[in-house]
């Protein structure tokens, strides 16, 4: 599980990184989903060994990953390969903890 800010996410996506609109709609919804180019999947999965030396693939964002987003948190609960060899990640909307 990694913790994200939206630059560092921005930079995993390459050029078709989320906009404010898309972010805004999100927190309004409670959920999205970021369709991620095969570029970007091949991009990551060209990094090599994963920073605890593991030889695992590594992809853009995993299931758990969170993603800061201002004021608000989102998670990755389900990552599902594209026939074009991307991925579309589901992202929903983290509960604030003081009940807000």
């Known amino acids: 599980m990694r913790r994200l800010t939206r630059s560092e996410l921005a930079s995993r996506l390459g050029p078709r990184q989320p906009s404010?609109?898309?972010?805004?709609?999100?927190?309004?919804?409670g959920e999205a989903a970021?369709?991620?180019g095969p570029d970007a999947v091949?991009?990551?999965?060209?990094?090599?060994?994963?920073?605890?030396?593991?030889d695992e693939r590594r992809e853009p964002l995993a299931t758990g990953d969170i993603v800061d987003v201002g004021d608000h948190a989102f998670v990755v609960?389900?990552?599902?390969?594209?026939?074009?060899?991307?991925?579309?990640?589901?992202i929903e909307l983290v509960?604030?903890?003081d009940g807000d």
């Open 42 to 54: 091949a991009a990551a999965a060209s990094g090599g060994a994963t920073a605890d030396g593991g």
């Open 77 to 90: 609960v389900d990552a599902t390969p594209t026939e074009a060899d991307g991925r579309t990640y589901r």
């Open 34 to 36: 970021l369709g991620v």
């Open 20 to 29: 404010d609109a898309f972010w805004r709609r999100a927190v309004d919804r």
């Open 95 to 97: 509960a604030d903890r």
